[in-house]
C-alpha cells in the first residue's frame, strides 16, 4: 500500500500543534462511538465505519461497509448500483481528517476540503468493504497534504492526492487583506 515516510508534522518555526501527544507513533483504533470525538460529520454523511488503526499525524486506517441499503445506491445507478465517485472522495478525506483530528490538541477541530486529485480505477458495489489507508505527508499551519488509497479485497479502486485545512489553525497564517 502507502508507503510510509518520514516527514515533519508540527510547525517550522512556530508554534507545534502536535502538542505532547502521549500516544504519537503508538498505533490505536476507534470504533463506531469513538470516531465521532474526531470526525465531526454523521450519518448520512459519515463515510467511514471504523478506524482500524490510527498514529496520530501519521496514518489512519479503516473501512466503509456497503450494504444495499446505503441510501445512493437506488438511484445510483438502478440495476448497476456503485458507490459515487464524490462519495468516495469523501470517505477518503475523512480518513485523513481522522489522522490529524486525533493529534493532541485538535479533537473536535473541523476540516475542510481544499483540493483534491483523484484516479478512480474500478467500482465500488454492494456487499463491498472499501478498505482506506490515509498518510499524512505534511501537516504545517493548519493546513494538511496526504495520499489516500482505497481498496476492494485487496484490488485498489481509487487513489488520491488530498489537501484539507483546518480553518481554526489556517486562518491565522493567511495575509492580511489591507482592507480587514
Known sequence: MIQKQEHNVGL?????????NEEFGIPFSLDAEELQKFQPNRYPFLM???????????YAKGFKNLTNNEWYFPK???????????LQVEAMSQMLTVA????????GKVAHG???NVTFHEEVKPGDRLDI???????????????????VDGVLVAEMDNTIIIPEIFNQFRPKMSNE
Open 133 to 151: 489507508e490515509a498518510q499524512v505527508i505534511s501537516f504545517k499551519r493548519g493546513l494538511c497534504k496526504g495520499k489516500v488509497q482505497a481498496t
Open 12 to 20: 517550522k518555526g512556530g508554534s507545534n500543534h502536535m502538542g505532547n
Open 76 to 86: 445510483h445507478f438502478p440495476g448497476h448500483p456503485n458507490m459515487p465517485g464524490c
Open 48 to 58: 467511514i465505519d471504523r478506524v482500524t488503526e490510527v498514529v496520530p499525524g501519521k
Open 114 to 116: 481544499y483540493k483534491v
Open 100 to 107: 490529524i483530528t486525533t493529534v493532541d490538541g485538535m479533537e
